[in-house]
């Protein structure tokens, strides 16, 4: 797994920040520039495609490993208010879509309520605890 640049907004330009872990598509971030934590995703390793439950925070000038990882590998459109308050509402899974929310309570991932019917693309805006 190689390491991926991030790009940071200042407010008035885009600049290169420091390595984010992999290179990862539809991962989910949650909070601000420097306060964040990117969640899930999916990676193409050699032709070799999955879904991943990794996470990492950033503090605003590096990103680190928390302690907890998600409760299971998916990806979809996530949101948070910071790097403790994220959910993914619903998203794909390896051969299948899934309706479960999972939640970051501020130190740990858990399952939440199922969302009725999964969405894999969709936008969300929000915090764990008031979400669109």
């Known amino acids: 797994?190689?390491?991926a640049t991030c790009r940071e907004w200042t407010g008035s330009a885009w600049?290169?920040?420091n390595?984010?872990?992999a290179s990862?598509?539809?991962m989910a971030i949650s909070g601000t520039r420097d306060d964040c934590i990117y969640f899930g995703g999916y990676e193409d390793t050699v032709g070799v495609a999955s879904y991943v439950n990794r996470t990492q925070v950033h503090n605003g000038e590096t990103w680190n490993t928390p302690s907890s990882d998600m409760t299971r590998a998916q990806s979809?459109?996530?949101t948070g208010s910071s790097s403790t308050n994220a959910i993914l509402p619903c998203g794909s899974t390896v051969g299948s879509?899934?309706?479960t929310n999972q939640i970051l309570d501020g130190t740990s991932w858990a399952d939440g309520s199922d969302v009725g019917t999964n969405?894999?693309?969709?936008?969300s805006a929000g915090s764990s605890t008031d979400l669109i």
């Not at 969405?119 to 936008?123: A, D, K, S």
């Open 97 to 99: 879509n899934d309706a």
């Open 76 to 78: 979809g459109g996530g």
């Open 15 to 17: 600049e290169d920040g």
């Open 24 to 26: 990862l598509g539809s």
């Open 119 to 123: 969405r894999t693309e969709y936008g």
């Open 19 to 21: 390595g984010i872990e």
């Open 1 to 3: 797994m190689g390491e």
